[in-house]
């Protein structure tokens, strides 16, 4: 079965930390880039940072420095650890499988919220 299940979302309190994860199925794991993306209230979905098959990692100018994204092979999943949460960084926080703006499978998502 294709998939992938996020989870670790939650309410934190502005300056604060969470680690999201993103558990994939195998066929999924061992052949795509893996993304997270995040989709605020009224607002599109976009791109926040990306881990290739290799390990070679991205991330939007907004949350570079205190995001980071890593995978564990051995587990199939990806996670994002997030520090230095912000109020604009509450969003649902989606994994999705694919490159170059070209998702083949997405999550459903998780909620992040970021208020005191």
């Known amino acids: 079965q294709v998939q992938l299940v996020e989870s670790g979302g939650g309410l934190v309190q502005p300056g604060g930390s969470l680690r999201l994860s993103c558990a994939a199925s195998?066929?999924?794991?061992?052949?795509?880039?893996l993304n997270w993306y995040r989709q605020a209230p009224g607002k599109q979905r976009n791109l926040v940072a990306t881990?290739?098959?290799?390990?070679?990692?991205s991330y939007a100018d907004s949350v570079k420095g205190r995001f980071t994204i890593s995978r564990d092979n051995a587990k199939n999943t990806v996670y994002l650890q997030m520090i230095s949460l912000k109020p604009e960084d509450t969003a649902i926080y989606y994994c999705?499988?694919?490159?170059?703006?070209?998702?083949?499978?997405w999550g459903q998502g998780t909620q992040v919220t970021v208020s005191s």
């Open positions: 999705g499988a694919g490159a170059w703006g070209k998702i083949d499978y």
């Open positions: 195998e066929s999924i794991f061992s052949v795509y880039t």
């Open positions: 881990v290739t098959r290799s390990g070679t990692t």
